[in-house]
């Protein structure tokens, strides 16, 4: 969008009444009236001119266009050319009115009023004194015209002049009544017209001031500066002696500023009728002779005041602000209507500056109490972060010490699972090397023994102890096999799972699906074995079943294990936790966790049970790694002397 460029001619100069460009204007108007004037006559009355119609009409035309080019011209002109064009105008229109008159009967000419007109027009359009400076030059141009046409320089029609009083000192008298005329007439113009001009210029240099108030008053943000300053103002332009402003953002009327010989008095509460008058009107009241008695608190303000002048003050929307009451200098016999609405229009602006003001105190007041607010809510929000800070370093305090303690008891169990391993290993080698060994060489000597009897009574007994012998290791390989089975680290999972079973001697149908791609490592070996054992433990111990399937797979790079009866079921606890004095349940979660694995029941009553637990390919413990026990086969020779030692 494009804005519009301020008018600057448009705005009158300091000093000026009226703007160049205006005057400009309201002369072009004259002198259009002028050419009208002279054209009307030259056509109307052709008896009375002494030129052709013709050549009337093109001076006319040459005079008009450079007047009337001039008006918009001045818009874009600087000042300087623009008043000397309008200067120059002025005395092309004398030399254009004397020429008309010298072309319509010279002194006689029924035209010599448009001399008259073009003074006082300039001297109201723009000044006296332009008036008179004009007054002067239109007299000199036609004391030109009537002295050359006294002196025959310039020709003259012969009705003309048998028109004329005569000749020498009537006509010398005739010419110097019509210049006094003019001047009579510029003198008066000009008189009425300072007379006024100076009214105007006061009343300019009044609104000058008001309007610096008014600058100063808006660029105050501190609302109790604004009373002072308007009726400091206002006394001094219009001389009032005292004034005083009431108001107050409540309503309840305080005094905001006092002009007075002293300090302002204290007032009671409340209004005087007249402040009542005032606001209900809506107007201005003039107090002619203030009683104390009616107004006691303007006779308060003002003790011993004739005249007052008390103007409301409104808010924007009409609300009452407060009243303004201000006592005219002694001398004054009357106050001008156009001071009384001056006063109005600054007074609306100086209450409405100061509604702004308190509106601003406000904000501001809110935006510091909302920073103190935010203040407040930082300091709450650091001391909960603090507080925050804490609780976390103890938590994770408390954490760090949860994961030592749940540490310190994987390495606990750990070593127990170890410590275990490493002890059936041991009893697993002393059984084997010590009583198997003992007791198949008392067997190996019986059977000589037996051999060497004739006696068939003796032979039944010596039989008889050879089978409970025989009996004897059998349950001695067992509890080797059961302690540590060497099938598992030779043959794999799978077998030592069934010879483990086959063992176990129940009537129990074991349906075994080995999927292991490949063997797990032997410790890896061992924890699935011992929790597989303790499950199918479980199964013979508990479950009733006929039949225990058990699966052998790989998954998530691990190997799965699930092992399935069709047994009386139970419901077994949320966490996979023994019940006091049982462990199995407990030790096969434990050491599948010890490996970095798990360990899942599933279970319901007289719905089977089904054990699954997964171990990682490379278990994160360590458990005794299986030491191969030599099996000895019943009835395999054994030399003594080895079993002895
Ligand atoms: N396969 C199953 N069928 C039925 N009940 C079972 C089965 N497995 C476990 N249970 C039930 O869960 C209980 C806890 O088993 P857990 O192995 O922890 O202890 P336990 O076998 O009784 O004793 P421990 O294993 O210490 O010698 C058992 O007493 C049994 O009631
Ligand atoms: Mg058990």
Known sequence: MKLARPRARSRPEPGELVSLEERVGSLSFMRAGFALAVLALGSFAPDLRGVSMGLLTLVTCVYLVPALALAPAVRTLSREPAVLASGALLLFDGLYLTWVIYATGGVESPLRFLLFVHVVAVTLIASSRTGLKVAAWNSLLLLVVLYAQAGGIIGTKETLISALPGQGEHF??????NVAALWAVALATAAFSSVNERELRAQKVDLHQLSAMVREIDARTDAA????????????????????????PEQDLAVLAYRGEAEAPLIVPGLDPVMERAWKDRHTQLVKDLDPGLDPRLGA?????????????????GQRLGILALEPPGNADRIKRWTVTVIEQFAAHAAMAMQNAWLLDEIRHRLEENRALQRELMAENMSL????????????????????????????????VNAQE????????????DPVQKVVAASMRLQLIRKQVQDPDVRASLDKLLESIRASIFSLRHMIFELHPSVLEHEGLAPALRE?????????????????????????????FRIAQEALGNVRKHARAKKVQVHLGQEDGGYKVEIRDDGVGFTPPQVLSSAPGHLGLSSMRERAELAGGWCKVHSL???????EFWLPATALTSVAKIEPVEEIEPGADVHLGAAAS
């Open 422 to 433: 490493e002890e059936r290993l041991r009893i697993a080698g002393d059984i084997h090397d």
């Open 385 to 416: 972060e603090v507080a925050v800070d804490e609780r976390t370093s103890e938590l994770s305090d408390s954490l760090r010490s949860l994961r030592q303690v749940e540490d310190a008891r994987r390495k606990l169990v750990s070593r127990l």
């Open 172 to 177: 010398r008298l005739f010419a110097m009544l």
């Open 301 to 317: 303000l003002f003790p011993f005041a004739g005249r007052l002048v008390i103007v409301p003050l409104f808010l924007d929307r």
């Open 500 to 528: 483990h079973m086959a063992k176990l001697e129940s009537d129990l149908e074991l349906e075994l699906q080995d999927d292991f791609e490949e063997q797990p490592s032997s410790e890896t070996r061992v924890l699935l």
């Open 605 to 611: 009553p007289d719905c089977g049970t089904t054990v």
């Open 225 to 248: 500066d604004i009373p002072r300053i308007l009726l400091d103002k206002l006394c001094e332009v219009f001389g009032f002696t005292r004034g005083v402003i009431l108001a107050s």
